[in-house]
């Protein structure tokens, strides 16, 4: 993903090269070529001069006389990294969506809708489970339990 991307999807504008390419994401101090980091912290300046990192997210007012490498400017640089950790790494699904065939529903359960169900769970005679519930393997919704 472009860092140009990244600064849309995160709200900030660059300073220096936006089509540079951004294939992960790394701390400052062991950041490689490709990836993106962040500076929101003073003790960590000085890794500036020397990351190895293709765009670093800074605060609007950071000041460095470094060229080679994409500036983006955010109010707050650690929640512009939340953003663009989410965008680069995002959270994997914890169950695929349905009910897997080894978990047993009772016909007297109630289910909501978009449910991911996992392996050997058991719901019971009179449970019911709300819209969009994950239930991890094993578990048991026990008899009556509401949502």
Known sequence: MRVSRI????????????????????????????????????????????????????????????????????????VGFVFALRTLLPPAELLPAGIHPLAYISPGARLGNDLRVGPFVSIMDGAAVGDRSVIMNGSVIGRGAAE
């Open 7 to 78: 600064a849309e999807i995160i709200g900030a504008r660059v300073e220096g090269d936006d089509q540079v390419e951004i294939t992960g994401i790394a701390k400052i101090e062991e950041a490689m070529p490709g990836e993106i980091t962040f500076l929101s912290n003073q003790k960590y300046e000085k890794y500036v001069a020397t990351t190895r990192a293709s765009a670093i997210i800074v605060a609007d007012d950071f000041k460095t006389d470094r060229k080679n490498i994409a500036l983006v400017r955010v109010k707050d640089p650690y």
